[in-house]
Every structure is written in structure tokens, then in C-alpha cells.
């Protein structure tokens, strides 16, 4: 006999029953929240990456995560330094609601309100164990720098091997509710005592024993030096060059001596050394990752848990003969972002068509994939909709990334940097034309509407996030990039 739609409800009592409990079965299964995993490295570049195509390290860690998950390629800090970058991964706002925009200003007042609207702290209040491991380098962190303020309870102080343990010993334990892990590692940013232990050689200074950076230097022994620099060392990049028409007062932010000293006198060998060190440092970590996400695997959390990692901020290991951060371009602000885990249904894909701010983007997404409401004041998006391959046609078509005395804006096609002081002080790169960036076009006639464009959109970002582009980095009238 054929069944009708209101022959349903004639079905006999035990059909009823059944269909009940799969349907709870089915509402528990789907309920539960997901645990949480952040993984952070300092000072890594986007490209720092084996499976982004860099063939002079090997990350087979990371490698194995971005095999599970969706990897985003125009991911960019909010501030290419530790501390502002850091305020904005754990709070979801740009670092300049608070005056943030370089390292010593972590002295800094948080609003008391915004306390309890930091990752940690939001989580903790929607029943997550909050556990935080490693480099923390923020504002307000009470007691003695630790993690408690922003909502944490401390699992290790330790940035290295001793954080990688911790964190796989955590992960072992029985949890009793879903838990939100940060595992925030010191490397490869060791790699800055390179340029720094140069400068304080020559100058008769004390250099700082940095263990990581003794090993990351140590050669090949099988190889001669001439076959060392002819067959593995990496070669320097294409845009080694400084920039053409390069606004002075990019290499007036965050110009310490070392950095002045190691542009006048490192040789070739000496730049393609700190760019043979930095992929040694970065494979060191990618070892210590590789040991939390071996943990996730023996105790089959990686089915339960959405696991994000992300740097702080790049570094220019070369690039514009420049190392460190801090700078517009693009190996200090694009960074590396990959999300893995339950709701990741693109897998192994790498994502080009978006550009995601992770200091803005971070929060929003871990919400998105636990359930909860993110603070009502935040601007980001969640990368939920794009881990799991869906169609997002309203997504943004430009980003921020503030730093010392500049505002960087990253648009599809250009990057427009403007600085608050200083001759030349816009910087407009074509990045489909120059990806490298080694000219200047802001004063380039054929540019000024590119240019003007850029201003407006500059300020239409602030007013979308309910603020205003300080006088100081508006340029309105044309020709006045030459002030």
C-alpha cells in the first residue's frame, strides 16, 4: 500500500520510539563542542612553508596539517610586530583601540570592560577549560606576564621542546568538557640574534648565547663551503634590491643600530646565511608542532578538534636588504594560516580569493565553530563558510595592517602605505604587475587614480570599524604624497 504523507502519523507506537532515539542520537552526535587547538610560531612568513612551494626547508608537520585542512594564502597580521599583533589574535580588535602600535607601548591600559571579551576569557565563561602554553609578550598580562588576564590558566612557561611536551601530555589527560588550547611557540624568531649578536661583535658588545640559532648555523659537514653556498644554501631573493622611490621613513621605523649595520656591511653569503638559518629555525618548530599534533592523533582528538595555526608576523630575511619585521611589505604582514579539523570540509585546498586579517578573523572563527556569540563589538569574519568550501560573494576586498607610525592597506590588486610624517610618505605597489614590490608608484602620474582610490578606501575601513583614520595618515589632495 502506498504511503502518504499523513499516513505517517498511523505508524505504529515501536516505529515512533525508534525514530525518536535516532533522532536524539543523531542531535547528540551533531552537538557536541569541538575542542580547540591554536598553534602559534613568531616571526614566520607565509612562505616559510615546504608545502607553499619553499624548497629549502621541510615542514612535514605543518605539511600534514594543511593536507587536512584549507590552507589561506592572503592571511595578514594586524601589525607586524609581537605585541600588537599578539593584543589583536587575543582580543579580536585592532591594536590602535588601545594606542598600540609597536612593542614598548605593552605598558598600554586595557579597558577594564574589555577584560572579559578576550578569547580566553569569552570561552571560559561558555564552559571551555582555557589553557594557554608558551610566548605570551601582551599587554596587562598579570601575574608576571602570564596568560591570566586574557582568560588562561597557565599550562608552561616554556617556548620550546618544554611547551611541545606540556602540550601533548594536556592532550593525553581526560577532559570532562572541550577545552581551548593556545601552544604559542618562540620560533623562528631567534633568528633575529643573528643581525643583533653581528652588531655587538663589531662594536665590541656582548653577544646573547642563543643554543637555537648556534644550531640552525651549523653547515653540512659532508659539503665545502663553496659547494655549500653553490648547491644548498638558498640563493637571495628577486627583490633584494631596495625599492625604487621607497619613502625614507620606512627605514626609520623600528631602526635599530643592528639593522642600519647589518644593510651597509653583510656580503651576499652573509644575507643567504640568515636565510639558511631562519628555515632551520622554522624546521626546529615545525618539529615541535609536529609532536602536539602527533598527541592529537594517538588520542583521536583529531576528530573532535578544530586546530588553527597562524604566526604573529613574517620577517624580511632579505628581502628589500632588510631582515626583522615591522615593514609594509609583504614577508613582515603576510603571514601563514591553516585550519584543520571537524566542519574543514575543503581539505587540502589552498585558499587565494580571500584575504583574512587573523588579528580580527582569529575570534570570530573559533565561535563560529564552538557555538558561541562573539562579543557584539568585534568586526571580523569567521572562516567557518570558507573551511567548509561554501560560496561567500560579500566577503571583504580590502584589509589594515597598522604598524609604527603607518597604516598599510591591502586591497586585491594594490597596497597603499602611508606613513605620519617624513618626504614620499605614500607608499602604492601593483601586486599583480610588481609582486615583488620594488617600485614605488605613488608618484607616478599614471597612478593617481589608483592612488586617490586608495586614500578613500584607507578611511572608508576605519568608519566601517566604527572609528576614524587619524588626520595624521590622511592624504587628501593630490600631489601632496611629497610632503
Given at each position: 500500500?502506498?504511503?502518504?504523507?499523513?499516513?505517517w502519523?498511523?505508524r505504529p507506537?515501536f516505529?515512533?520510539?525508534?525514530?525518536?532515539?535516532?533522532w536524539?542520537a543523531?542531535?547528540?552526535?551533531?552537538?557536541?563542542?569541538?575542542?580547540?587547538?591554536?598553534?602559534l610560531?613568531d616571526q614566520?612568513?607565509?612562505d616559510?612553508?615546504?608545502?607553499?612551494?619553499?624548497r629549502?626547508?621541510?615542514?612535514?608537520?605543518?605539511?600534514?596539517?594543511?593536507a587536512?585542512?584549507?590552507r589561506?594564502?592572503?592571511?595578514y597580521?594586524?601589525?607586524?610586530?609581537c605585541?600588537?599583533?599578539?593584543f589583536?589574535?587575543m582580543?579580536g580588535r585592532?591594536p590602535?583601540c588601545?594606542?598600540?602600535e609597536?612593542?614598548?607601548?605593552?605598558t598600554?591600559a586595557v579597558p577594564p570592560?574589555?577584560w572579559a571579551?578576550?578569547?580566553?576569557?569569552?570561552?571560559?565563561q561558555a564552559?571551555?577549560e582555557?589553557?594557554?602554553?608558551?610566548k605570551?609578550?601582551?599587554?596587562?598580562?598579570a601575574?608576571?606576564?602570564g596568560?591570566?588576564?586574557?582568560?588562561?590558566?597557565?599550562?608552561?612557561?616554556?617556548e620550546?621542546e618544554g611547551?611541545?611536551?606540556a602540550c601533548?601530555?594536556f592532550?593525553r589527560?581526560?577532559h570532562?568538557?572541550?577545552?581551548l588550547?593556545?601552544a604559542?611557540?618562540i620560533?623562528?624568531?631567534?633568528?633575529c640574534?643573528?643581525a643583533?649578536?653581528?652588531?655587538a661583535?663589531a662594536?665590541?658588545?656582548?653577544?646573547?648565547?642563543?643554543p637555537?640559532?648556534a644550531?640552525?648555523?651549523?653547515?653540512p659537514p659532508?659539503?665545502s663551503?663553496a659547494e655549500f653556498?653553490?648547491?644548498?644554501?638558498p640563493?637571495?631573493p628577486?627583490?633584494?634590491?631596495i625599492?625604487?622611490g621607497e619613502?625614507p621613513?620606512?627605514r626609520?621605523?623600528?631602526?635599530?643600530p643592528f639593522r642600519?649595520?647589518?644593510q651597509t656591511?653583510?656580503?651576499?653569503?652573509?644575507?643567504r646565511?640568515?636565510?639558511w638559518a631562519?628555515?632551520?629555525?622554522?624546521?626546529?618548530?615545525d618539529a615541535q608542532i609536529?609532536t602536539?599534533?602527533d598527541?592529537?592523533?594517538d588520542?583521536k582528538?583529531?576528530?573532535?578538534t578544530?586546530?588553527?595555526?597562524?604566526?604573529?608576523?613574517?620577517?624580511?630575511?632579505a628581502s628589500?636588504h632588510?631582515e626583522?619585521?615591522?615593514?609594509?611589505?609583504?614577508?613582515?604582514?603576510?603571514?601563514?594560516?591553516?585550519l584543520?579539523?571537524?566542519?574543514?570540509t575543503a581539505?587540502?585546498?589552498?585558499?587565494?580569493?580571500?584575504?583574512?586579517?587573523?588579528g580580527?578573523?582569529?575570534?570570530p572563527t573559533?565561535?563560529?565553530?564552538?557555538?558561541i556569540?562573539?562579543?557584539?563589538a568585534?568586526?571580523?569574519?569567521?572562516l567557518r563558510?570558507l573551511?567548509?568550501?561554501?560560496?561567500?560573494?560579500?566577503?571583504?576586498t580590502?584589509?589594515?595592517?597598522?604598524?609604527?607610525?603607518?597604516?598599510?592597506?591591502?586591497s586585491?590588486?594594490y597596497k597603499?602605505?602611508v606613513y605620519?610624517?617624513?618626504?614620499r610618505?605614500?607608499?602604492?605597489?601593483?601586486?599583480k604587475?610588481?609582486p615583488?614590490?620594488m617600485r614605488?608608484?605613488a608618484?607616478?602620474?599614471?597612478h593617481q587614480a589608483?592612488?586617490?582610490?586608495?586614500?578613500?578606501?584607507l578611511?572608508?575601513?576605519?568608519?566601517a570599524q566604527?572609528g576614524?583614520?587619524?588626520n595624521?595618515?590622511v592624504?587628501?589632495?593630490?600631489?601632496a604624497?611629497s610632503q
Amino acid at each position: 500500500m502506498k504511503q502518504t504523507s499523513a499516513g505517517w502519523l498511523w505508524r505504529p507506537w515501536f516505529e515512533w520510539v525508534i525514530a525518536v532515539a535516532l533522532w536524539v542520537a543523531c542531535d547528540a552526535a551533531a552537538s557536541p563542542r569541538p575542542n580547540l587547538l591554536v598553534i602559534l610560531t613568531d616571526q614566520q612568513r607565509a612562505d616559510m612553508l615546504s608545502c607553499a612551494g619553499n624548497r629549502y626547508l621541510h615542514t612535514p608537520g605543518l605539511d600534514r596539517l594543511a593536507a587536512r585542512g584549507v590552507r589561506f594564502a592572503h592571511a595578514y597580521c594586524a601589525n607586524p610586530v609581537c605585541v600588537p599583533s599578539r593584543f589583536a589574535l587575543m582580543t579580536g580588535r585592532m591594536p590602535s583601540c588601545i594606542g598600540l602600535e609597536y612593542n614598548d607601548q605593552i605598558t598600554n591600559a586595557v579597558p577594564p570592560a574589555l577584560w572579559a571579551q578576550t578569547l580566553g576569557a569569552v570561552f571560559r565563561q561558555a564552559g571551555y577549560e582555557t589553557v594557554y602554553g608558551g610566548k605570551v609578550h601582551l599587554p596587562g598580562a598579570a601575574p608576571k606576564g602570564g596568560p591570566e588576564s586574557y582568560g588562561f590558566r597557565r599550562l608552561t612557561a616554556d617556548e620550546r621542546e618544554g611547551l611541545a611536551a606540556a602540550c601533548a601530555a594536556f592532550l593525553r589527560q581526560p577532559h570532562d568538557r572541550p577545552f581551548l588550547l593556545v601552544a604559542s611557540f618562540i620560533n623562528p624568531h631567534d633568528i633575529c640574534y643573528l643581525a643583533i649578536n653581528a652588531y655587538a661583535a663589531a662594536h665590541g658588545e656582548k653577544e646573547f648565547t642563543v643554543p637555537a640559532l648556534a644550531t640552525a648555523l651549523v653547515l653540512p659537514p659532508e659539503l665545502s663551503s663553496a659547494e655549500f653556498f653553490r648547491t644548498v644554501c638558498p640563493p637571495l631573493p628577486a627583490n633584494f634590491g631596495i625599492p625604487a622611490g621607497e619613502p625614507p621613513a620606512v627605514r626609520r621605523s623600528d631602526w635599530r643600530p643592528f639593522r642600519g649595520y647589518v644593510q651597509t656591511h653583510w656580503t651576499d653569503e652573509q644575507w643567504r646565511l640568515h636565510r639558511w638559518a631562519y628555515a632551520r629555525l622554522t624546521e626546529r618548530v615545525d618539529a615541535q608542532i609536529a609532536t602536539v599534533l602527533d598527541a592529537l592523533r594517538d588520542t583521536k582528538h583529531e576528530q573532535d578538534t578544530v586546530v588553527l595555526f597562524t604566526s604573529d608576523h613574517g620577517d624580511m630575511d632579505a628581502s628589500h636588504h632588510l631582515e626583522h619585521k615591522s615593514m609594509p611589505y609583504e614577508e613582515a604582514i603576510n603571514v601563514p594560516l591553516i585550519l584543520s579539523g571537524p566542519g574543514v570540509t575543503a581539505r587540502g585546498r589552498v585558499d587565494r580569493a580571500h584575504l583574512v586579517s587573523t588579528g580580527l578573523d582569529l575570534m570570530p572563527t573559533l565561535c563560529d565553530f564552538a557555538g558561541i556569540a562573539p562579543p557584539a563589538a568585534l568586526r571580523g569574519r569567521s572562516l567557518r563558510p570558507l573551511a567548509a568550501g561554501a560560496s561567500v560573494t560579500d566577503w571583504r576586498t580590502n584589509l589594515v595592517v597598522e604598524n609604527e607610525r603607518s597604516r598599510v592597506l591591502r586591497s586585491q590588486r594594490y597596497k597603499y602605505a602611508v606613513y605620519d610624517s617624513g618626504p614620499r610618505r605614500e607608499l602604492l605597489v601593483d601586486l599583480k604587475t610588481d609582486p615583488g614590490e620594488m617600485r614605488n608608484l605613488a608618484s607616478d602620474p599614471a597612478h593617481q587614480a589608483a592612488l586617490a582610490s586608495e586614500r578613500i578606501l584607507l578611511r572608508a575601513w576605519y568608519e566601517a570599524q566604527g572609528g576614524t583614520l587619524p588626520n595624521r595618515y590622511v592624504v587628501a589632495a593630490p600631489g601632496a604624497s611629497s610632503q
